[in-house]
């Protein structure tokens, strides 16, 4: 009876193939792939940290700052650690000067602390557009080489297996980098939505902090 073994064969060893004749072009991209995966994880991870505050963070300062108790205040400050709390620290550590000095020094707290979130994000977007453009490249090559064996064959020299494997070889660099390139950008769309989410958070509560300050002038 046949069992089939021999088509499995036949299947698997043309894959193992062309990873290994197209290795000038996969070993690029599974850098990139595990650079990509680093930094997502190491991003994803560290904005996540970034986004929990505890609930119970602005009713403190507001009770602390209402009573005056400017060093209570940035206590509970160093106590949550957090892009939101050290701004706020910021402000509590200016509090007597102007509120448009207030309002600056918290703003330039945030522009770090969304700059430090957006770290290698970059990097992250490079690799979205760079991974499919190296697999082209490799395609490009790879047909290069098969159309030069055609040239040397000359008529009737060269074997439709023959051109379908280099084709075949050629594409999968193609694929390659595409699966690459769609894995950093889905992963760099995700990271940038969840910055934003914490952008937002830290501009209401910087808001609320300076609404605080404006009450006793009413």
Known sequence: A?????????????????VIDSWPI????LVLSIV????????YTA?????????TFMPEIKAAVSKGNFEQ???????????????????VSRLGRPLEDIATSIE????LEISNLEKNLSILATISGA????????TVVGMMTTFHQMAKGGNGGIKIDDLSSGIMYAMATTVAGLIVGIIAYLGYNILVSKVDKVVRDMEDKSLEF?????QPAE
């Open 2 to 18: 046949d069992t089939g073994l021999p088509n499995q064969v036949e299947e698997t060893l043309p894959i193992i193939d062309l």
């Open 26 to 29: 996969m070993v690029p991209l």
């Open 108 to 111: 330039n707290v945030g522009k």
């Open 36 to 43: 990509a995966v680093y930094i997502w994880v190491e991003r």
């Open 47 to 55: 904005i996540q940290k970034a986004s929990k505050l505890n609930p």
């Open 73 to 91: 205040a940035l206590t509970i400050c160093k106590q949550h650690n957090n892009p939101t709390s050290r701004m706020i620290h910021k402000g």
């Open 131 to 138: 991974a499919p453009m190296i697999g082209f490249l490799g």
């Open 210 to 214: 300076m609404d605080l300050l404006h």
